[in-house]
């Protein structure tokens, strides 16, 4: 069997910047429904489309075909006083509390990363942590069976057959 749209595709995969460090070694293999139901990145799907078990790619995924360039219009500096009283940098926020300048509520509010805390001003970074990073995947098919009627309805894979999956690819 190879892969293709409406398979279910289980493979180990690693993950590497630019440089070399290690950004994810999955200890274990992931699951995900083929053919564009946004469970991985467009250009993986690509690259696994016709192989079959035990095949290996290596792919170098580019910002714009991952979590996209790095937007230093997604920084922003905001009054204190809008936080909790427990706040420290890595804390991520879906939405700025209680900000009235916050525009309406978009269909996926960016999530806000506190990135500096000073005595009356937290700075907050709205981009992805991989927001400009070039990605080299390895991946290796250990997996490949036909989706039930239920998985193609829905879109994703049936819930017990996720239990062996870490995180998606993007």
């Known amino acids: ?4 749209k ?5 493979v180990t995969y690693q993950v590497w910047d630019a440089q070399g460090e290690v950004i994810q070694d999955a200890q274990e293999p992931m699951v ?8 991985v990145f467009v250009v993986i799907e690509r690259a696994l489309e016709g192989k079959s078990v035990n095949e290996e790619v290596w792919i170098q ?3 714009e075909d991952a979590f996209g360039e ?7 500096i905001e009054d204190r006083s809008l936080f909790p009283e427990q706040i420290e940098v890595g804390m991520q926020f879906e939405g700025i509390p209680e900000d009235p300048d916050e525009e309406a509520v978009s269909e996926e509010p960016p999530i806000w990363t506190i990135t500096g805390v000073a005595e009356d001003k937290v700075v907050l970074d709205g981009n992805h942590p991989l927001a400009g990073v070039a990605l080299r995947y390895y991946l290796k098919v250990c997996d490949i069976r036909s989706a039930s009627e239920d998985e193609l309805q829905r879109g994703s894979v049936a819930p017990e057959a996720l239990s062996v999956t870490t995180q998606p690819l993007h």
């Open 6 to 10: 409406g398979v279910v595709v289980t």
């Open 32 to 39: 995900y429904l083929h053919g564009g139901f946004g469970d």
């Open 61 to 63: 995924v580019e910002p």
């Open 1 to 4: 069997m190879q892969v293709i």
């Open 70 to 76: 790095y937007d230093p219009n997604l920084i922003r």
